[in-house]
């Protein structure tokens, strides 16, 4: 079996397409799992709880994975981009080195989360000032439960990057999938206390909100275990022998590249955290949107989540072996797919949101304020998608530091500019700051990657 997919001859369509479809299909299974959590967390009035209180506390538990993520892309950024470039320069030693270094620090990262989750989870749920008592208990449980199984979340991650970093993001779906398939079995079980199967009655455990979080950590742990299976045959990317391997300055050249990104992402969560209490002081129905609505805007990116792998893969294995010329035309080839596609995006998030939010909320007044979200967040989705397959490209050229300064300035906008239009418009100004934030940012870092491209002299000065 191939350890890597080349990327640096062929058709550069083809190519792209078989890095990004599975990536796609990972993002699919992603969001599955959080609309499949959504989906029977919604369904808790069937034992006589709030659906709103429940998926409320999901949302305001849910920041603190979101951080969690931030220190994942620190390692996962770094070891996918090192490993596609030395894959580009077809050195699996180095390969084996950047694996088992980005092992030990995603290790070191995964206690640090742990530990803070599970110890200040009281701590974290009272900065959000909610005045339902369900909303706190039931966000609580199911923030220690999610922080103690850290490990899974955190190494799962670290192996999608390396297979990401080969080009063999097939591998990374068909594991993932796995997990989702657990994950929809399961959900139903410790969420609701009866389940109808085929007419069939069958007892749950009725644990609510904390159901819901067995069930994830359990469908992360069994895709962690398959990825430990693997690594034990001679299928395995690289041997784990992380003493024999530990470089202190693999690590350092891991953290270099995956800083900005991870830093990026820590102060986009700590924002979307910081709009998060500023929805949750118009009533707990807000935030149940925000949370329900957030998934459903994932199928505008989950396309674009794809090329941004599959960018940074392309791109870093070209830069590896030298071959510059393709990583213009790759780029170029990408947009031509991506804007079409936010186009679509745009038009569908708005003519359907009505529906879309019905799917899993049956309150009429709730369902009228996600409405309004999925419409006002829909003009940006373009400029979001493009925004995304460009910082992927970025991140290829080792230059993550771009897209994440890009990022940073534009989110943190969103709060001031959430203050002021929240004076007109209320809790509407907030989204309205979200959806403009992300319009700016897609503009200013293509035209900065054009910039970039010109810069190389990859393209034609204008006449």
Not at 28 to 48: A, C, H, P, R
Not at 245 to 259: A, H, M, R, S, V
Not at 395 to 415: A, E
Request: cysteine-free.
């Amino acid at each position: 079996m191939k350890k890597k997919i080349d990327l640096t001859t062929g058709n550069i369509l083809k190519k792209l397409l078989i890095v990004a479809i599975p990536t796609l299909l990972t993002s699919i299974v992603q969001m599955s799992y959080n609309l499949t959590d959504m989906f029977w967390v919604g369904k808790v009035e069937n034992m006589g709880l709030n659906a709103n209180e429940a998926i409320a506390a999901v949302g305001t538990a849910g920041f603190y994975p979101w951080f969690g993520f931030g220190l994942i892309m620190l390692v996962k950024i770094g070891t996918s981009v090192k490993v596609s470039q030395a894959a580009g320069r077809n050195d699996m030693e180095e390969v084996q080195k950047i694996g088992n270094n980005g092992i030990l620090f995603m290790l070191g990262l995964a206690l640090l989360y742990s530990l803070v989750g599970f110890f200040g989870a009281d701590i974290y749920v009272a900065m959000f000032k909610s005045d339902s008592v369900n909303v706190v208990s039931y966000a609580t449980d199911y923030l220690k439960i999610v922080s103690l199984f850290g490990t899974s979340f955190f190494l799962v991650n670290l192996f999608n990057g390396v297979y990401d970093g080969l080009g063999k993001t097939i591998n990374t779906f068909l594991i993932t999938a796995s997990g989702l398939v657990l994950n929809i079995v399961l959900d139903p079980l410790f969420i609701l206390d009866k389940i109808e199967v085929f007419g069939t009655t069958i007892n749950g455990f009725g644990m609510g909100v904390k159901g819901a979080a067995i069930a994830t950590v359990i469908s992360q742990s069994f895709i962690l275990l398959i990825y430990l299976v693997v690594y034990s045959t001679k299928f395995r990317p690289f041997r784990i022998k992380v003493i024999k391997y530990f470089d202190w300055n693999k690590i350092k050249e891991i953290g270099k590249i995956g800083l900005p990104v991870g830093i990026q992402s820590i102060v986009f969560t700590t924002i979307a955290f910081i709009i998060g209490i500023m929805v949750t002081s118009y009533g707990e129905e807000y935030m149940a949107i925000q949370r329900l609505g957030s998934q459903i805007e994932a199928l505008a990116w989950m396309v674009a989540s794809g090329f941004q792998v599959a960018l940074s893969s392309f791109v870093g294995q070209n830069y590896g072996a030298g071959k510059m010329d393709r990583v213009k035309e790759g780029y170029f080839t990408a947009l031509k797919l991506l804007v079409p596609y936010g186009i679509v995006i745009n038009i569908v998030m708005f003519v359907f949101a009505g529906q879309m939010i019905g799917l899993f909320i049956s309150d009429p007044n709730t369902i009228a304020i996600g409405k309004r979200y999925l419409e006002i967040l829909s003009i940006s989705q373009l400029f979001m998608i493009i925004e995304l397959g460009t910082a992927g490209a970025f991140n290829g050229l080792s230059k993550t530091y771009i897209p994440s300064g890009v990022g940073f300035i534009g989110n943190i906008i969103r709060i001031p500019l959430g203050m002021i239009l929240a004076i007109s418009f209320g809790v509407y100004g907030i989204w309205w700051a979200v959806a403009i934030s992300s319009i700016i940012k897609g503009i200013v870092l293509t035209v900065w990657f054009l910039l970039y491209l010109r810069k190389l002299k990859l393209l034609k000065a204008s006449s």
